[in-house]
Structures are given as C-alpha cells and as structure tokens.
C-alpha cells in the first residue's frame, strides 16, 4: 500500500528577493532604478493590482502580457445557511 502524499504548501513570495531576482532577469528593463526603488514600484504595482480585482463584483481584470484575473461569486450552503463565496483565479498570458 502506497502513501498518499501530503499536499503542498503554498509557495511565500519574498517580494524583495522576487524584485532582486527580476532585476537581475530582466535588467534592461529595470535600468538605473536601485532594489529599494524596484521594490517600491513593485509594491505599488500590486496594490492597484489588488484594488481593481477588489473593486469588481464579478468579471475579470486582465493584463496584457501578464495574465487575467477572473471573479466568480459561488453561493453554497454552510451550517443550513446560503453563503456567497468570492473566488479569484488567475491564468497566465500565453506569451
């Protein structure tokens, strides 16, 4: 009899290693601008990531180049009581 496998835990981004990383990937695009600014920036970047798919009800945010979030409300019924579930996923961009 096998094992089952224990499930994977989510992977933690460690945003000023991932900015190091980008950077060091991609430094023709991050030119002059310093880790302390690249973090900045992409600290920024993120949160008005975060607040367009926050602000919609149901839909998608996409992101030519990046990828697409899509918004699904799900109801379920928990305990004998309807609840609305909120789920986000997001696909890559092909390119």
């Known amino acids: 009899m096998s094992e089952k496998e224990a499930p994977k835990k989510p992977q933690k981004l460690n ?6 990383s980008a950077k060091g990937n991609h430094a023709e ?3 002059e601008i310093n880790d302390k600014r690249g973090l900045t920036i992409a600290k920024a970047l993120l949160a008005e990531l975060g607040k367009q798919i926050a602000a919609i009800e149901e839909g998608s945010v996409n ?4 990828g697409k979030f899509t918004v699904k409300r799900k109801t379920i019924e928990k305990d004998g009581q309807k609840v609305v ?5 997001f696909r890559k961009s092909a390119k």
């Not at 945003?15 to 190091?20: A, C, G, I, N, S």
């Not at 579930?85 to 996923?89: A, I, K």
């Open 63 to 66: 992101v030519p180049g990046f």
């Open 29 to 31: 695009a991050f030119g």
């Open 15 to 20: 945003l000023p290693e991932l900015v190091k």
């Open 85 to 89: 579930r909120r789920r986000v996923v």
